[in-house]
């Protein structure tokens, strides 16, 4: 029987005494292998859901294209949602995929490649699963761009794209610009940020 997705849990830890500093945020996530967490800017920790069959694939597809990419160019590191990103405001994030260019991975001491990298990626992408709610991504791909991930992908509709043919909404975000909303296009040019790398949505739809 297929899991079914639910619901982040959101724990507020602020009003307890004891603080999750970095150093405690990846203890629990390396005693908990089976979990996925994040923890917000303002104290607030994020137990994620595992996600479903066909988000799995989904997600499995685009870090594909975005693999396939990087292997021919080398021009910098790709990442998969297992990866958490601390940024500059303190906020530990993993998105659904990700990459980070070369100059700037390797700018980081051995020791910070090792445990949760110190930076925003470059480009990163989410994917709204069946149950997620979209203010709160939203607000996650505003926070991307606010720490200098130049180039942002939330692709809106998800697990239910198959059913559901209006929800093939694709919303780009980007450095110093109001985010920019497409309707079912079958692939996003990411040049501005990766040389000739266009990705492909006809897998997802």
């Known amino acids: ?3 079914l997705e639910t619901q982040p849990l959101l724990l507020d830890v602020r009003s307890i005494t004891l603080r999750v500093t970095h150093e405690e945020f990846e203890k629990l996530c390396q005693d ?3 979990r996925s967490f994040e923890l917000t800017a303002s104290g607030e920790l994020i137990v994620m859901p595992p996600v479903g069959g066909e988000s799995g694939s989904y997600e499995s597809e685009l870090g594909i294209d975005l693999g396939n990419w990087n292997r021919q160019t ?3 590191k790709t990442f998969s949602s297992s990866t958490v990103f601390v940024l500059p405001n303190g906020a530990n994030r993993s998105p659904d995929a990700a990459w980070v260019a070369l100059s700037r991975w390797e700018a980081l001491t051995p020791e910070q ?3 949760f990298p110190p930076l925003a990626p470059d480009f990163v992408i989410e994917l709204r699963s069946a149950t997620d709610r979209l203010p709160p ?3 996650k791909m505003e926070e991307y ?5 130049r180039l942002g992908l939330l692709i809106v509709g998800g697990a239910s794209l198959k059913e559901n043919p209006q929800n093939r909404q694709v919303e780009i975000y980007r ?3 109001e985010p920019e909303s497409l309707t079912s296009p079958t692939s996003i040019d990411c040049s501005e940020v990766m040389p000739d790398f266009i990705l492909s949505l006809s897998e997802i739809w």
Do not use: D, F
């Open 1 to 3: 029987m297929q899991a």
């Open 32 to 34: 908990n292998p089976e």
């Open 74 to 76: 080398r021009l910098g």
């Open 113 to 115: 490649r090792k445990k």
């Open 137 to 139: 991504l939203r607000e």
């Open 145 to 149: 761009k606010a720490n200098g991930v």
């Open 175 to 177: 450095l110093g610009r």
